[in-house]
Antibody
Framework: QVQLVQSGAEVKKPGASVKLSCKAS????????IYWVRQAPGQGLEWMGI????????YYPQRFQGRVTMTRDTSTSTVYMDLSSLRSEDTAVYFC????????????????WGQGTLVTVSS | DIQMTQSPSTLSASVGDRVTITCRAS??????LAWYQQKPGKAPKLLIY???NLESGVPSRFSGSGSGTEFTLTISSLQPDDFATYYC????????FGQGTKVEIK
């Protein structure tokens, strides 16, 4: 079955960087974009960007441009998300998620989510 | 950027009630809208895509409608398992989530 398995929880100090991983299985990795979405404690969902596993193309919303980098390794069907210059407001659960691949808009709806990775930023 | 506004933020209802949640887009998104259900400590789950298409395996009491800038998610008869938070997401122009609607027990 389609599955996204994320790396484990991280604790970082302000100013540091964190690199999260998301390993896909159960489908052809290059057929579907991968979203990254985060959720601060008690808050809603926030879209952080998207990567096309085929060519590695990415798009980041303006608020994350310059701080987030998404990459992929097609040999291991893994997507990575690097977030730099961490601050306390970046404390959140970070999800990777699969685009359905049937969209006519910019992207498609999300039909599969990873289990989430908690990142805690604290001095 | 397209902004998505959900209403209400919180909704108190009883089992068996008909529940409607609204999502408004700041500009037209045609029908490129999805609805998700999220329970505490879990990842969201897709309910509806392309505004009105029911995801496989989702109970038929869930339905979606709308186009352009105004959309609704309806639960025809609320069940105990439906108490959760619901989010809309536009994917017409990049992507944006609504702020969420918590459905709680009355």
């Amino acid at each position: 079955q389609v599955q996204l398995v994320q790396s484990g929880a991280e604790v970082k100090k302000p100013g540091a960087s964190v690199k999260l991983s998301c390993k896909a299985s159960g489908y052809t990795f290059t057929n579907n974009y991968i979203y990254w979405v985060r959720q601060a404690p008690g808050q809603g969902l926030e879209w952080m960007g998207i990567i096309n596993p085929t060519g590695g193309g990415t798009y980041y919303p303006q608020r994350f441009q310059g701080r987030v980098t998404m990459t992929r390794d097609t040999s291991t069907s893994t997507v990575y998300m690097d977030l730099s210059s961490l601050r306390s407001e970046d404390t959140a659960v970070y999800f990777c998620a699969r685009d359905r691949g049937d969209g006519g808009g910019s992207y498609s709806a999300i039909d599969c989510w990873g289990q989430g990775t908690l990142v805690t930023v604290s001095s | 950027d397209i902004q998505m506004t959900q209403s209400p933020s919180t909704l108190s209802a009883s089992v068996g009630d008909r529940v409607t949640i609204t999502c408004r887009a700041s500009q037209t998104i045609t029908t490129w809208l999805a609805w998700y259900q999220q329970k505490p400590g879990k990842a969201p789950k897709l309910l509806i895509y392309k505004a009105s298409n029911l995801e496989s395996g989702v109970p038929s009491r869930f339905s979606g409608s709308g186009s352009g800038t105004e959309f609704t998610l309806t639960i025809s008869s609320l069940q105990p398992d439906d108490f959760a938070t619901y989010y809309c997401q536009q994917y017409n122009s990049y992507s944006t989530f609504g702020q969420g609607t918590k459905v709680e027990i009355k």
